[in-house]
């Protein structure tokens, strides 16, 4: 016979795991055992304050109090404690109390560290579902609409207009060889360094993902819709399998989508490490088998896209943004953000940063507000000189320009771009003429090869950072460099060439010194 | 057809007509043998009714594929922004020097690889590494010999 029993939980997150997660739940369990202590853990997603990771969660009275960074050394004691309700030295309070979750608006990552990802039963008893069930009571025009009016923009980095591209795919006109298939495709191809929403979405909240897909399929008129992920994300993997095959068996998926009479089912498809496979044309080839080389535009994907069918293909987060937008409607999910910044945004906070994680917050906050209060400066306790937003495609900006807001226009007025949300942080030990380099290596690297701005482009541009590096004729190598980032911008086929130069050009307007312009050269 | 052959054209027919079926198939094969086979392409070629070009071009294009086994654990680095904001050069650098061993590089004894990964998606706990299925946030040299010597007791 046990004594006690004790329900923990605990994330199953990649950043947990790669911190000791599973390390510490065995632990925990062998602690269990010589106790008698009949103990239960949850596994659950992320509550995003990866410096707290693993953070082990327990109910009391309605209220989840934490404890972390926990690791297997702390199983003991923290069993002890909290078999005994006594104080522990990892103990962190309420968890939703803590200022970095308290003062966020979770909309999408509202579930996401709370709930067992894979219990459709709690998914729904926490509003899952309401979404889904609200669209197929609507006539599929009026939900393309909603997802229009409510300002939802593409969250892969392009920032379209969501609902314009419903409404498109709605009204493609099926191809005449009769096969009526339509595709609905996540992006799932998270590749841009210092973002992880998708991925802790799809860790944590696997159903919301499902859900999203399921009424963009109903709304479309697909049946069929496809999750590509990168095959850097085996946690990812095995949490979306298994939410699929529930969901298949809920009625959720399949001939009969929760008795709507329409069919909607869903595969994952690994992909196999190409960075461009984010693109969606080349998405949609390597979704075919092919190798993934990035396709013309027009014709656009939502009239020709997956084996020349109309496709919808969005982000995950902006696909995750659809179920609370029917669920709650268009106007509530307006009002948060700014302009025709709609809406609110996982932003991830990541690289040199004392207090890293998931902020999901509504389009306005400043870019200082997120590095430095939010994210507490860099962890090396040194200044920041520079943060990179958006990814290897994004531009690296100077503290100077903190008070920007984080939305789409202003980003773009200022040679900058919001992206997936990822802002990565710098200390000043950083070279930007290194990070430029960087770029275009990284460009040699994943270039599709299809075009030769980006294919010779990239090489070219690393050989002119190395001779300016080596300070060989270095006023004109600038200028070449300038020439060559304009070339890649006007010739290049897709995003990946033509927003290389953004990293580069960033760099050489931002810290000048770095390229020997102004006070480095004096010094020498 | 010797009994590589055999085993290839069993594990990739499954895919045939399935959407990117070729991709999935090349994959089931690689973590069948550890690597693609040399037959891998012809076999491919026949099933998906390809040119072996075609199937040539697909192998080249990915990362993932490779044609050479690799060594038993293979350690991958994360080579991108986030990792180089928090010391992923330098971490590099250490993982090299105590495996004597150059990132691209596979070890004589082919008991480790060193390779580069364009990130894991752990880029608030950077730097980060995957040692075989294991992943490593906030990684230094210490932590990753420390997952390689549980990958290894792992696989025996």
């Given at each position: 016979?046990?004594?006690?029993?004790?329900?923990?939980?605990?994330?199953?997150?990649?950043?947990?795991?790669?911190?000791?997660?599973?390390?510490?739940?065995?632990?925990?369990?062998?602690?269990?055992?010589?106790?008698?202590?009949?103990?239960?853990?949850?596994r659950?997603?992320s509550?995003?304050?990866?410096?707290l990771?693993?953070?082990?969660?327990?109910?009391?009275?309605?209220?989840?109090h934490?404890?972390?960074?926990?690791?297997?050394?702390?199983?003991?004691?923290?069993l002890?404690?909290?078999?005994?309700?006594?104080?522990?030295?990892?103990?962190?309070g309420?968890?939703?109390?803590?200022?970095f979750?308290?003062?966020?608006?979770r909309?999408?990552?509202?579930?996401?560290?709370?709930?067992d990802?894979?219990?459709?039963?709690e998914?729904?008893?926490?509003?899952?579902?309401?979404?889904l069930?609200?669209?197929?009571?609507?006539?599929?025009?009026?939900?393309?609409?909603?997802?229009?009016?409510?300002?939802?923009?593409?969250?892969?980095?392009?920032?379209?207009?969501?609902?314009?591209?419903?409404?498109?795919?709605?009204?493609?006109?099926?191809?005449?060889?009769?096969?009526?298939?339509?595709?609905?495709?996540?992006?799932a191809?998270?590749?841009?360094?210092g973002?992880?929403?998708?991925r802790?979405?799809?860790?944590?909240?696997?159903?919301?993902l499902?859900?999203?897909?399921?009424?963009?399929?109903?709304?479309?008129?697909?049946?069929?819709?496809?999750?590509?992920?990168?095959?850097?994300?085996?946690?990812?993997a095995?949490?979306?399998?298994a939410?699929?095959?529930?969901?298949?068996?809920?009625?959720l998926?399949?001939?009969?989508?929760?008795?709507?009479?329409k069919?909607?089912?869903?595969?994952v498809?690994?992909?196999?490490?190409?960075?461009i496979?984010?693109?969606e044309?080349s998405?949609?080839?390597?979704?075919?088998?092919?190798?993934?080389?990035v396709?013309?535009?027009?014709?656009?994907?939502?009239?020709?896209?997956?084996?020349?069918?109309?496709?919808?293909?969005?982000?995950?987060?902006?696909?995750c943004?659809?179920?609370?937008?029917?669920?709650?409607?268009?106007?509530?999910?307006?009002?948060?953000?700014?302009?025709?910044?709609?809406?609110?945004?996982p932003?991830?906070?990541?690289?040199?940063?004392?207090?890293?994680?998931l902020?999901?917050?509504?389009?306005g906050?400043?870019?200082?507000?997120?590095?430095?209060?939010?994210?507490?400066?860099?962890?090396?306790?040194r200044?920041?000189?520079?943060?990179?937003?958006g990814g290897?495609?994004?531009?690296?900006?100077?503290?100077?320009?903190f008070?920007?807001?984080?939305?789409?226009?202003t980003?773009?007025a200022?040679?900058?771009g919001?992206?997936?949300?990822?802002?990565v942080?710098f200390?000043?030990?950083?070279?930007?003429?290194?990070q430029?380099?960087?770029?275009?290596?990284?460009?040699?690297e994943?270039?599709?090869?299809?075009?030769?701005?980006?294919?010779?482009?990239?090489?070219?541009?690393?050989?002119?950072?190395?001779?300016?590096?080596a300070?060989?004729?270095r006023a004109?190598?600038?200028?070449?460099?300038?020439?060559?980032c304009?070339?890649?911008v006007?010739?290049?086929?897709?995003?990946?060439?033509?927003?290389?130069?953004?990293?580069?050009q960033?760099a050489?307007?931002?810290?000048?010194?770095?390229?020997?312009?102004?006070?480095?050269l004096?010094?020498? | 057809m010797?009994?590589?052959?055999?085993?290839?054209?069993?594990?990739?027919?499954?895919?045939?007509?399935?959407?990117?079926?070729?991709?999935?198939?090349?994959?089931?094969?690689?973590?069948?043998?550890g690597?693609?086979?040399a037959?891998?392409?012809?076999?491919?070629?026949?099933?998906?009714?390809?040119?072996?070009a075609?199937?040539?071009?697909?192998?080249?294009?990915?990362?993932?594929?490779?044609?050479?086994?690799?060594?038993?654990?293979?350690?991958?680095?994360?080579?991108?922004?986030?990792?180089?904001?928090?010391?992923?050069?330098a971490?590099?650098?250490?993982?090299?020097?105590?495996?004597a061993?150059?990132?691209?590089?596979?070890?004589?004894?082919?008991?480790?690889?060193?390779?580069?990964?364009?990130?894991?998606?752990?880029?608030?706990?950077?730097?980060?590494?995957?040692?075989?299925?294991?992943?490593?946030?906030?990684?230094?040299?210490?932590?990753?010999?420390?997952?390689?010597?549980?990958?290894s007791?792992?696989?025996?």
């Open positions: 016979m046990t004594d006690v029993s004790l329900k923990l939980f605990l994330p199953l997150d990649s950043v947990a795991v790669s911190l000791g997660a599973d390390d510490l739940e065995e632990a925990l369990l062998s602690e269990a055992g010589k106790r008698r202590v009949n103990l239960t853990i949850v659950t997603g509550r995003g304050m990866h410096w990771e693993p953070l082990l969660e327990v109910e009391r009275d309605g209220v989840r934490g404890f972390g960074p926990a690791g297997a050394a702390d199983a003991a004691s923290l002890e404690a909290l078999v005994k309700d006594k104080a522990h030295p990892k103990a962190l309420p968890v939703e109390e803590i200022p979750f308290k003062d966020q608006t909309l999408i990552f509202a579930r996401c560290g709370v709930i990802p894979l219990c459709l039963e998914y729904e008893a926490h509003g899952g579902l309401a979404g069930d609200k669209a197929i009571a609507t006539p599929n025009a009026k939900v393309c609409e909603t997802v229009l009016e409510s300002g939802l923009r593409g969250r892969g980095g392009a920032g379209f207009p969501a609902g314009v591209k419903w409404k498109t795919v709605a009204g493609a006109p099926l191809s005449q060889d009769g096969a009526d298939q339509k595709y609905i495709v996540c992006n191809d998270e590749g841009d360094s973002t992880f929403a998708d802790m979405i799809m860790e944590g909240d696997p159903f919301l499902i859900e999203g897909m399921a009424i963009a399929g109903l709304a479309v008129g697909a049946a069929k819709g496809y999750i590509y992920l990168r095959s850097e994300y085996p946690v990812a095995r949490v979306l399998e939410a699929i095959e529930r969901a298949k068996e809920a009625g998926l399949g001939d009969n989508v929760r008795g709507s009479g069919a909607f089912d869903l595969e498809f690994i992909g196999a490490g190409a960075y496979c984010g693109e044309t998405l949609l080839e390597s979704l075919e088998g092919k190798r993934g080389e396709r013309a535009k027009p014709p656009l994907p939502a009239l020709e896209g997956l084996f020349g069918k109309p496709t919808l293909v969005h982000n995950v987060i902006t696909l943004s659809v179920p609370i937008i029917m669920a709650k409607g268009a106007n509530y999910y307006r009002d948060f953000g700014m302009g025709k910044s709609t809406g609110t945004m932003f991830q906070i990541a690289g040199n940063v004392k207090y890293g994680g902020y999901e917050t509504a389009f906050v400043t870019l200082g507000e997120l590095v430095e209060k939010i994210g507490g400066g860099t962890m090396t306790d200044p920041i000189r520079a943060v990179q937003i290897p495609l994004g531009a690296y900006l100077p503290p100077s320009l008070g920007l807001a984080m939305d789409y226009e980003m773009l200022n040679g900058a919001v992206g997936h949300g990822g802002v942080v200390d000043d030990s950083i070279d930007l003429l290194e430029a380099r960087y770029a275009f290596e990284f460009c040699v994943e270039s599709c090869g299809k075009c030769t701005p980006c294919r010779v482009g990239s090489v070219r541009g690393v050989e002119v950072v190395d001779r300016i590096k300070n060989i004729e004109e190598n600038l200028e070449l460099l300038n020439d060559l304009e070339l890649m006007d010739g290049s086929l897709c995003a990946m060439g033509g927003m290389i130069p953004i990293p580069v960033s050489m307007k931002h810290f000048p010194e770095d390229f020997g312009v102004k006070s480095k004096a010094a020498e | 010797d009994a590589t052959e055999t085993k290839l054209t069993a594990i990739m027919e499954p895919w045939v007509g399935r959407t990117g079926g070729l991709i999935t198939a090349l994959r089931s094969a690689q973590e069948a043998f690597y693609l086979p037959q891998a392409e012809a076999i491919a070629a026949e099933a998906f009714n390809l040119t072996r075609e199937v040539k071009g697909v192998i080249s294009f990915y990362a993932d594929f490779h044609r050479e086994p690799k060594g038993r654990t293979v350690v991958r680095l994360c080579a991108a922004e986030a990792c180089q904001a928090a010391g992923g050069r971490l590099q650098a250490a993982v090299e020097k105590r495996f061993l150059k990132v691209g590089e596979t070890s004589a004894s082919r008991d480790l690889t060193l390779e580069p990964v364009y990130c894991l998606g752990l880029c608030s706990c950077a730097p980060a590494a995957m040692v075989g299925e294991r992943l490593v946030g906030r990684a230094d040299a210490g932590r990753i010999e420390e997952a390689i010597e549980r990958e007791e792992a696989a025996e």
